[in-house]
């Protein structure tokens, strides 16, 4: 039998190399005005940016560039809306990796808003947003979030009392997810190993959520078999289009997976430390895969209850180990190995690095969230995950 589920709303997805140059045709379809939202500069420097502003301006559409450095900020958000307000913004583009387009989506559904964004925020404002928005089209350039494909958009206050909360609402879903692999090449190997992971831990964690569902379930695993084939191929060669190819298509996967079945402990982390410290999403997720997944098989084992996660773990050993005829335990192991190997591939640093301290473990434990994680974890569990890459 079928359990009840629902799915949420994807956009139109337009996937491929060269995709980028249908950008301007589309947006002239939509208005004159355009506010394009940018991340740190790779793509504002590139020859893609230089050919897109050529072909708005011959298309007579006034375009302003907005730069978000690095995950946005209540003040970025605010101070651009009130910016162009009244400017009869027609459409809002985000190109950059997720922190760009969840900047532009945020960006989008606060211009003709009165109050600060913070007010809508998940567990900091007490205002839920109406979910007006001015069209949005989301252009990823990085294989890592998912963000082109998900309802939420990420807001960060960094500091000890700092935060990381979503702005949400299912009609915040990009109109258009402009997915163009090309726009990946140029990403560095520290870029490639902590988008992946992100997109690796969040295909992983919807596989396992005990939210997930038959569409997440096959949806997660395409994407999880094109993660294999393509990751450590484009750390070793960022050039190899096909292998960005198939990231671009694991990342988009993991966004859709994320945004119907959840996520476990390892975004539990990302979020908490996230708003304390500054630090790549993407580096948290990496640097904790390995761990998590070994105290959830661990936990797992010792309740005797939950064969169907165990199997899945099994699955997920199956398809990475490239092995026939061995037992589920033999999988589960060798998955959790598996991971091990790839952090090690990819020499993530420890968080002390970013000032994550040991005596700030408790603090963080006490407010990391793991709701739809295949098994409930004690802040002891959660301890001994964040402790062993303290260092």
Known sequence: MVKPFQFARVPRILFGNGMISKLPGIAEGYGKNVIIVTGKGSFASSEYCERLLEELESRGIEYHIVSIPGEPSPDEIDDTVKRFDGAGIDLVTGIGGGSAVDAGKAISAMLGKKEPVKDFLEGVGKLEHPGTKIPF????????????????????AIGKEGFKRSLRHDNLVPDIALVDPDLTIGCSPEITAASGMDCFTQLTEAFLSDKGNPYTDALALEGLKSLKTSLEKCY????????????????????????????????????SIGGMYEIPHGLVCGSLMAKANEVNVRELRKSGESGASLKKYSLLGQLFLDEKDKTDNYYIDGFIGY???????????????????????????KITDNKNNPVKLTIENLEEILRSRVF
């Open 137 to 156: 089209i989301a252009v990823p350039t990085t294989s890592g979030t998912g963000s082109e494909a998900t309802k939420n958009a990420v807001i960060s």
């Open 339 to 365: 991971l091990q190997s790839l952090a090690a591939t990819f020499r993530f640093p420890g968080l002390k690095r970013f000032g994550v301290s040991d005596d700030d473990v408790s603090k963080i434990c």
């Open 236 to 271: 070793i060669d960022g050039s190899d289009r096909d292998a960005r190819a198939g990231m671009s298509f694991a990342a988009l996967t993991s966004g859709i997976c994320l945004a119907n079945a959840g996520l476990g402990s390892v975004h539990g982390f990302a979020s």
